[in-house]
């Protein structure tokens, strides 16, 4: 049980630490996808819009993931609890990717 505590709060202060680490200065090292593309298509990327968003969502993943799965600890059982946390942890992950995409191209 104490592995489980132990692991949900490393995951979320991981999703926070990265959210507040990466910015405009270091993500040609640490953006994983940005850091691969081309020059010109690094120029064509709005990386401070996408900066945002994505600063956003790994903060709110790791602040809400965290916070479902100890509300559920205390309310349900270690077991459950764990299992929502997971999904909780993938089910947003579609969604980086969708409106990731949309800021491929500056406008």
């Known amino acids: 049980m104490f592995v489980l505590i132990l ?3 490393g995951m979320g ?3 926070v ?4 680490f990466i910015n405009e200065n270091n993500a040609k090292t640490w953006l994983s996808g940005y850091n691969t593309m081309s020059k010109a298509a690094q120029e064509k990327f709005d990386l401070k819009g996408y900066l945002i968003f994505f600063k956003s969502f790994f903060y709110k993943l790791g602040v809400y993931g965290t916070m ?3 509300v559920l600890f ?3 059982d ?3 609890a764990i299992k929502v ?3 909780s942890q993938l089910l ?3 969604y980086l990717i969708y409106k990731g995409n949309k800021y491929k191209n500056k406008k």
């Open 7 to 9: 692991t949900v709060v």
């Open 13 to 15: 202060l991981l999703y």
């Open 17 to 20: 630490l990265v959210a507040k």
């Open 68 to 70: 479902i799965y100890f």
């Open 74 to 76: 205390f309310l349900t």
């Open 78 to 80: 270690d077991k459950f």
């Open 85 to 87: 946390w997971i999904v």
């Open 92 to 94: 947003p992950i579609p």
